[in-house]
């Protein structure tokens, strides 16, 4: 076909045209957009400060409420399948040893300036194979609640305490580690040897002062910690009628105490200034170290992961404004130091805060709840009395673990 030279010339000139106005005309980009996976009973604790967030830099950001129980074997699923998040916040720093080693974990790059700000424990408990895995945004510890008028004093030692003053809830089958464990350090028999650098997967409570503790529980049982599987309503009323002296909790019961529930006979009899927060006495002679719990948030190793301003997002959650707010709503103790030194004016969070001085974070190591659940069933053996040997029912438990952790 013959093309005339007239309709070349105007097709060129129209093509020259379209060229202009595409070199001219702004592409308009897209919005940046957030997937946060947030542990779903704490959506109301995060939303206000990631909202905050999202309007002062642009972003949109999808909060998406999981399951606390279920969201670490979601999370494996969701990532190598590329429909995970690009965060997940409100998770317990335990995680971190089993999410990092499944490969779902980027770790964090923040500035020293961020770093220095948040407690030192509160990071460490982040810390897995000499990397920063996450970054912490409140923390949590148990001690010692006592009904003032039922106990005046703390108690200088656990010897002082007598049978059916002290309740701890534990389960028949699956016992509390968690909860028992300052009992247990008191002992001498920490979970894990421990370095400068955190804890190792050497087994410690092995020895002779664990088969103390292990005897110890025995010997006490019920009579002294308290009935197992011991509903929550009727601990609080117990601690607020003076029907129990001493509770170890953490400050999730507070709230409980102060206002009392229906089954309560009188829920004004124990209000606000009628109990206090103390350390827990030592059992064994030695110092008690509970553990400190902490919850923060992860950054997703997806390639669709938009780590910077996943980055940035995290280390809001860590700033001082987004602490104070966890304070404001849950009563939470900031892990950044400025937003503890507010939430300090606070009796309560100052008295955990200083019943918690000689925590240490739980393990983190890839096999950790595997290790809480022979470890609590072994402890509900011997608090239950379905132990007929103690000593050959810890050494039993300890060995077990030692070659889990091998795995």
């Known amino acids: 076909m013959k093309i005339r030279k007239s309709s070349l010339a105007a097709a060129l000139a129209t093509l020259a045209v379209g060229s202009m106005l595409a070199v001219s005309t702004p592409a308009i980009a897209a919005t940046p957009t957030l997937l946060v996976w947030v542990d779903g009973g704490r959506t109301a604790t995060f939303k206000p400060s990631v909202d905050a967030w999202a309007k002062e830099n642009g972003v949109t950001v999808t909060l998406t409420g999981k399951d606390f129980g279920s969201v670490k074997d979601a999370l494996k699923i969701a990532v190598p399948a590329g429909t995970g998040p690009d965060l997940l916040i409100g998770a317990a720093h335990d995680w971190t040893g089993n999410l990092a080693a499944a490969g779902v974990l980027r770790p964090v790059n923040v500035s020293v300036a961020t770093s220095s700000a948040l407690d030192g424990n509160a990071m460490k408990a982040f810390l897995f194979g000499g990397k920063q895995y996450g970054l912490p945004f409140y923390t949590e510890n148990v ?24 309740q701890i809830g534990y389960n028949a089958t699956n016992g509390d580690p968690y909860h028992f464990y300052g009992i247990q350090s008191s002992f001498g028999a920490p979970v894990f040897a421990s370095t400068s650098k955190g804890w190792t997967s050497t087994v410690t409570m092995d020895g002779t002062a664990g088969k103390a503790f292990a005897k110890y529980l025995a010997t006490k049982g019920q009579a002294f910690f308290g009935k197992a599987d011991k509903q929550w309503n009727t601990m609080v009323c117990d601690i607020k009628s003076g029907k129990v002296k001493y509770w170890i909790t953490g400050p999730w019961a507070i709230s409980s105490i102060e206002n009392g529930n229906a089954d309560c006979k009188d829920s004004k009899s124990v209000i606000n200034k009628d109990f206090a927060v103390s350390a827990i006495p030592s059992f064994g002679g030695k110092t008690a170290q509970q553990f400190m719990g902490a919850k923060g948030g992860y950054i997703i190793n997806s390639p669709t992961t938009d ?91 300890t060995d077990a673990l030692k070659e889990t952790v091998k795995g």
């Open 307 to 397: 780590v910077v301003n996943a980055t940035q997002l995290l280390t809001y959650l860590a700033g001082k404004e987004a602490g104070i707010s966890y304070f404001n709503i849950d009563s939470f103790s900031p892990a950044n130091t400025a937003a503890l030194a507010v939430a300090s004016n606070d009796p309560v969070i100052k008295a955990f805060a200083a019943a918690g001085k000689n925590a240490v974070p739980m393990p983190n190591i890839v096999q950790m709840s595997s290790v809480f659940d022979k470890w609590g069933k072994t402890e509900a053996k011997l608090l239950t009395g379905k132990s007929t040997d103690p000593i050959a029912d810890w050494t039993a438990m």
């Open 143 to 166: 001690a010692l609640v006592r009904n003032l008028k039922a106990a005046p004093k703390a108690p200088k030692t656990g010897a002082e305490i007598k049978n059916g003053e002290l």
